[in-house]
C-alpha cells in the first residue's frame, strides 16, 4: 500500500507541475497531440481490444451484470467513435484565453474575464474506458492536467488507451505528466486520492450511486458529480401517437444500459387507451419488461406476448439500465410534474405533445440538466450536444450542469487594465 501511495504522490507532482505548463500550452500543440491520439486509437486496436478482451472475459467470469459488461466492451467501431470524438475536440475552439465581458468603468479602468484552467482534474471512474481518452483529450484541450483512477474491471484497457495518449502527446510536445493513470487498483488509494486538495483542484467520480456518494461525501477538494440518471418521458394528451412510439422506443432500447434511457413513461390517460398498445408491442420486440401500474397493467393485459410486471412503489424513481421500463397512467400534465418532481433524478426529462403550451410548461416547470419536448431523451451526450465529447453528466447546479466539455472544465479570472487610477 506504502508504494501505492507513493506512486499517486508523484504522479500527482508530475501532473501538477505540468498543470503550469499546459496553462500557456499552443492550441496548435494540443490539437496535434489530439489528432495523434485519433490516429493511434486506430492503428493501435489490436492492442487496444485485446487488453479489453482480458478484462472483459474475467468480469464476466466474475458474475457482472450485463448493464456493466455492455460499458467494459470495447469494439473497432466503438473505437472509432472515440477516435471521431477525439477529433470533434481538436477542431472545436480553444476555451483558454478566451476574453468576455469587458467593459470599461466611468474611473478608466478596463475589466474584462479571461478563461483559464482549473488546473489538475481527479477522475475516478468505473467499468467504461473510454472515458480515459474523453477525459484525457478534454483536459488536454482545456489546458488541464489528469490523474485518472479507473477500476479494476478495466484496468487492463485503461492501461493501454492511456499509454496511446501518452505517447501521442509525448510526440506532439505537450509537457510530461498531463496525463497520468494510476495502476494501483486498491480501494484504500481512493480515499487517499480524495485528500490531496493540494495538488487536485477538482474531482469528478462516474460511476454507480455508491462511488459518487464516498467522492462527494469525503473529497476534500469541490467535486463535480452527476450521472444517475432516472430519465421520464411524459406522452400528452395532444401526443401525436407515431412520435410518441418512435420517441419511447428510442429512449428505451437504442442503448438501455447509459444513464440518459428511459425508465418511466407517463401517459395521459386520455391517449392511454391508445399510445399503451402500441409503445408496448414495439418495446416487446425487443425484449422490453414493462412494470405498469393499475391502470396500464389492465389496458395491456389483453395484448398478447407482453412482459407485464405491476409496478410497485420501488419501480418509481429506478434507474433500470436494462430492458426494463415503468409504465404509470396520469390524470393531467399537473401529475406529471409532481411524479417528476418527486422521483426524478434531476438529469433529463422529455414531453411529448403537440400542444405549445404544455410543451412551455414542462420545459420551465421541470427542474432537470437537461429537459425536452418531442425529442428523446438519449442525445443527452457531449458528442450529440456538439461539445465532441463530455467528462461526465453533472445533475447538480454548481458550477456545470448537463454533458460537461471543454468551457465547464474551465473557470475565469479578472483582467483590470488602468492608466495611473487610485481608489479615491
Known sequence: MKSAIKELEEKGKAAKAASRKLAFLSTEVKNKALLNIAEALITKKDEILAANKIDYEEAKASGMSEAMLDRLMLSPSRLEGIAQDTRTVAALPAPVGEVFEMRTLPNGLQISKRRVPLGVIGAIYESRPNVTIDISSLCLKSGNAVILRGGKEAINSNAALAKVAQEACDQ????????????????????????????????IPRGGAGLIKLVSENAAMPVLSGGIGVCHTYVDKN??????????????????????????????????????????KEWAKAGVEMHCDEQALTILKPVPSLKLVPATD??????????????????????????????????????????????????????????????????????QFGLGAEIGISTQKFHARGPMALKELTSYKWIIQGTGQVRP
Open 172 to 203: 506532439a510536445g505537450v509537457p510530461q505528466g498531463a496525463i497520468q493513470l494510476i495502476e494501483s487498483t486498491e480501494r484504500a488509494l481512493v480515499n487517499h486520492m480524495l485528500k490531496m486538495k493540494g495538488i487536485i483542484d477538482l474531482m
Open 239 to 280: 401526443a401525436d401517437l407515431n412520435k410518441a412510439v418512435a420517441i419511447a422506443y428510442n429512449a428505451k432500447v437504442q442503448r438501455p444500459t447509459v444513464c440518459n434511457a428511459l425508465d418511466c413513461i407517463l401517459v395521459h390517460n386520455q391517449i392511454a387507451q391508445a399510445y399503451l398498445p402500441s409503445i408496448a
Open 314 to 383: 420501488e419501480d418509481w424513481g429506478k434507474e433500470y439500465l436494462s430492458l426494463k421500463a415503468a409504465i404509470k397512467v396520469v390524470d393531467s400534465l399537473d401529475e406529471a410534474l409532481e411524479h417528476i418532481e418527486k422521483y426524478g433524478s434531476g438529469h433529463s426529462e422529455a414531453i411529448v405533445t403537440e400542444d405549445h403550451s404544455a410543451a412551455t410548461r414542462f420545459l420551465n416547470e421541470v427542474d432537470a440538466a437537461c429537459v425536452y419536448a418531442n425529442a428523446s431523451t438519449r442525445f443527452t451526450d457531449g458528442s
